[in-house]
C-alpha cells in the first residue's frame, strides 16, 4: 500500500512539472520580450536612483564656493534619502510583477489550490502546542490554499515577531526580535486526533530562537520513540505516549526524517492540534520570490518549478498522514 502511495504521488508530481511546462511555453514565452524591456527600463530607473546621489555630491563639492552650494546640499540629502528607497521599491514592483505572472501557472499545474498575500492561517495555534517562542507580532505573506485527496491544507510564508517596551527616564524604547520566519504548512488530519503532539527538532542554542518554549509548560511530558533515525532528529512530546507513538508509524517517522534533512541543519518542528497537523520549517530568505531586477530571465522557468515543488511537499505529508490511525 505504501509503495503504492509513493508510485501515486511521484506521478501526480511529474503530471504537475508536465503541465506547468506547457503553461509556461503558451502563457509566459510570449511575454517574454516585454518582461525584458520592463526589466531593463526598471534597472535603468533604479540605477538612475542610486547614481543621482553620488553624482549631486560631486556637483556639491565641484561647487562649493559656489552661490548655488546650499540648494546643492539639500538636493543631495534629498536624494541620499530617497534614491535607494525608490531602487528597492523598484525592484520590488518587477517581482510582484513576475510572481503575479507565475503563481497562477503553478496553482493551475498543481490544481485545486489558489494563492493569496496576506491570508490569516494556523498561527494561533502554535502558542498552544509550545511550537514558537512567545510573540506579539506577526506578518504573513504569500499563503497557498488548496485541498489534496479530499483534505484541506495551507502553506504560508510566515514572519514571527516579539515587540518588547522598556522605559528608561521619560522615555520608552521598543525592541524588536525575530522569533521565526520561514514557511508555516497547516493541514487538516484526516481524522481528529485526540492529544496533543509536539515534534520539536534539535537544539541549537541561541540559533533556533523559535524553540525556547519549554513544552513541559504546556503540559506535556516527553516520550521515547523506537525509530533511530527519528529519535535523532527529533524529540516527541505528548500527553499520551500510547496515543501518540501509534500515530508516528514508520512511514510517516521516514518521511519526516526527510524532510528534516532537507531542511538543512536547522530540521523542522510539526505538531499535531486536534484537527490540523502544522510545520515550521525555518528559512531566512524569500521562500516564493522569483525572478528580479539583476537576474536572467531565462531561469523563470527554473524558479517556477522550485515553487511547485515547494508547494507539493505538503502533498506528500497529506499521503503519509492518510495511514494515520484514528
Known sequence: ????????????????????????????????????????????????????????????????????????????????????GAAVHLSRSFRDRLRDTLMPLVCRAIGGIRHQVGQESGIDRLPRLAMVAPFNEREIDDVFEGEHAGIRYSVAEIALRRISLRRRGNRTERNRFSVFRGLLFAIATPHPIAVPILLRGQEWFFLTPWRNNNPRHAGLVRVTVPDRAFARRFSLWTTDAQAALAIITPDFAALMVSLSRAAGWRGIDAGFDRDQFLVLLPRLRDQFGVGGLLRSLRRLPRDAHRLLDQVLVVHRLIDSLRGAPA
Not at 30 to 42: G, K, M
Not at 43 to 51: E, K, Q, S, V
Not at 78 to 84: D, E, K, R, W
Open 1 to 84: 500500500m505504501e509503495g503504492e502511495r509513493a508510485a501515486a504521488g511521484a506521478s501526480d508530481q511529474a503530471g504537475a512539472h508536465a503541465r506547468l511546462d506547457s503553461l509556461l511555453e503558451t502563457e509566459v514565452a510570449p511575454q517574454f520580450d516585454e518582461l525584458a524591456r520592463t526589466q531593463r527600463r526598471f534597472r535603468l530607473l533604479a540605477a538612475g536612483a542610486l547614481a543621482t546621489p553620488l553624482l549631486l555630491a560631486a556637483l556639491t563639492w565641484l561647487a562649493w564656493d559656489s552661490e548655488d552650494l546650499e540648494a546643492l546640499l539639500v538636493a543631495t540629502v534629498i536624494a541620499a534619502m530617497v534614491g535607494p
